[in-house]
């Protein structure tokens, strides 16, 4: 139990008291003591008596001698608190012993869907992938520690009217030189290769709709092809993602034609649901409450007059399969917030059909965008989509500079690995300390830096910890008790107390720049502490305790940092 709830826990029995019913407490960190509690200002009308008053009484009655040095009623009313050191000491002591760093697998487990990264077969991945992915990788990451059961859904784009131009293409070159082409990573030419000849060639652009007709009939030789453009194609995004250092496995695919076969039930389903419409082009569903700019409902695209479906039927059908197939009772869409009214209509129209329903729910985890120095959407300098691959390529070697001017001495092995853990790592904690709702601007010199709120100052700070035990002659203390009794001491273990809190919190709301942030606050912090307490030089007893101190410090940022996906050296 965090610090934060167990002080909440003892004040909720004393203002029950007082108010005869329950009370949140409404504790939160203070700038006046370590903690404070605003309930009795709201609490005041109810009881009609002065807030103040009320706190007075509440402080009375709360048991919180074991906790607390100090309770005192400020102002109109707030209730501060400062906690005791002892207290510090034993919950991080009983904190430092627990393998979870005291933070408990969630007591109701839920089958969690992530739906994220999405990149389309047989075009390259590029920085507008970036977002859904580490976002998305985090969110699984996150979830699967907190004891859920987590299914990557990684939703290709695999299937639809492009395949036909594309197997047309592959045909003119030849399956061993398409394959060739492919195998090398080379989808954006290969992709514009046939999609200039579809526009140039009347010929060309007949067999490829015809091409298109043969997939979707289930024609054995197209759907061959078709099989070996979608292999090549998650064959890269796979190095992609092992470069990018994220969970995704070739088991977590599960493109639009994984789908196909459930299409025609979700159409038939809503059909005698009496929600599905002729709107002469188009069997749709009009969700309640959408409109348009012109006040007309807007449609969700089941079923084309040519008898092909849109987008909208792959995503009811993909609800559908993981609310009653699966389990799901929490399904997580990481993509961009351009998005989000699609989704709406998709889970509105869900509801209706009854395939989403409590205790199930669907979230849109949206985003902004990536911007350049000129507040445009990131581009190339020639004004293209910048590719993921040179991206990462170029963070991993301007961290390999940064590591040989910091630690010259570091064999060339030791640079490599710090340089794609720094390299990635600062590409990752760029995006995941921001808002995720926001735009962020690509700063280079900014995500490198070693100061400030950034991957490489997180990093630093643990390398630092790990060298005071290299130092030290020890590997980790075993069982130390820590003492707490220097201000500093004070201030870094109310930080690391509320590493359980931050993470329950952003369980909820996958809003990752707040465990960012809390990370930076607590290695800020710890800078203070190191300054101000020495550890190999004091006495026995307190330097084992300020060495425990530092361990604990140590294993939070790598956990805390783990969970956002960025690798913590012991050496930079």
């Not at 910048?386 to 092995?413: C, F, H, M, S, Y």
């Amino acid at each position: 139990m965090s610090l934060e709830k167990l002080l909440a826990d003892r004040l909720a029995q004393a203002f029950a008291a007082v108010a005869g019913g329950p009370v949140d407490p409404v504790v939160r960190r203070s700038q006046h003591a370590d903690f404070q509690s605003d309930a009795a200002l709201p609490l005041a009308r109810r009881l009609g008596r002065p807030p103040r008053d009320i706190a007075t009484d509440v402080v009375g009655r709360a048991e919180l001698a074991d906790l607390c040095t100090v309770v005192e009623v400020s102002g109109p009313g707030f209730i501060n608190l400062t906690v005791a050191d002892p207290a510090l000491g034993t919950l991080l002591s009983t904190m430092a012993a627990d393998t979870r760093l005291g933070v408990a697998p969630s007591v109701n487990p839920q089958t969690v869907i992530v739906d994220y990264s999405a990149p389309n077969v047989a075009k390259e991945m590029h920085v507008g992938h970036l977002r859904s992915t580490v976002i998305g990788d985090a969110a699984v990451r996150l979830l699967d520690w907190l004891g859920h059961r987590v299914i990557k859904a990684n939703h290709l784009g695999d299937w639809g009217t492009p395949f036909g131009m594309l197997i047309e293409h592959l045909l003119d070159l030849g399956e061993s030189e398409a394959a060739h082409e492919l195998s090398v990573g080379d989808l954006d030419s290969f992709y514009k290769a046939a999609r200039v000849k579809f526009d140039a060639d009347d010929a060309f652009k007949q067999r490829a709709r015809l091409r298109v007709v043969a997939l979707q009939s289930g024609d054995e030789q197209t759907l061959r092809l078709w099989r070996m453009l979608v292999a090549e194609s998650e064959k890269y995004f796979l190095t992609v993602y092992d470069q990018l250092g994220v969970l995704l496995t070739d088991k977590d695919f599960y493109g639009e034609s994984y789908y196909n076969d459930m299409l025609a039930p979700v159409t038939d389903e809503l059909d005698r649901l009496g929600l599905l419409r002729d709107s002469g082009d188009a069997a749709c569903v009009f969700p309640d409450g959408f409109t348009g700019r012109d006040g007309q409902p807007l449609p969700i695209i089941v079923r084309k007059r040519d008898g092909g479906y849109g987008y909208g039927a792959t995503d009811l059908a993909a609800i559908r399969h993981r609310t009653r197939d699966l389990g799901a009772t929490r399904l997580l869409y990481v993509v961009g917030l351009p998005q989000r009214q699609h989704f709406e209509m998709v889970y509105a129209v869900a509801r209706q059909a009854g395939w989403l329903h409590p205790p199930a729910v669907a979230e849109h985890i949206g985003f902004g965008s990536i911007l350049g120095s000129d507040g445009k959407m990131l581009r190339s300098r020639a004004g293209g989509s910048i590719k993921l691959v040179g991206l990462l390529d170029e963070a991993v070697t301007r961290a390999a500079e940064l590591a040989r001017q910091k630690n010259p001495d570091l064999p060339d092995a030791a640079i490599a690995e710090v340089a794609r853990a720094v390299g990635i790592g600062a590409i990752k904690y760029a995006d995941l300390s921001t808002d995720r709702i926001k735009d962020y601007v690509f700063d280079w010199q900014r995500m490198l830096s070693l100061d400030g709120n950034t991957a490489p100052y997180l990093q630093y700070a643990h390398a630092r910890i790990r060298s005071i035990f290299r130092r030290a002659g020890i590997e980790q203390p075993t069982g130390t008790p820590i003492l707490v009794s220097h201000p500093a001491e004070h201030a870094l273990a109310l930080e690391l107390a509320n590493f359980g809190a931050v993470v329950t919190g952003v369980e909820q709301t996958l809003e990752f720049h707040r465990l960012a942030g809390y990370l930076h606050t607590l290695a800020t912090t710890f800078s203070g502490f190191y300054e101000h307490c020495p550890v190999l030089r004091a006495e026995d007893e307190v330097r084992d305790s300020r060495l425990a101190l530092c361990d604990l410090t140590a294993r939070v940022l790598r956990q805390g940092l783990h969970l956002l996906g960025i690798a913590t050296p012991d050496r930079m």
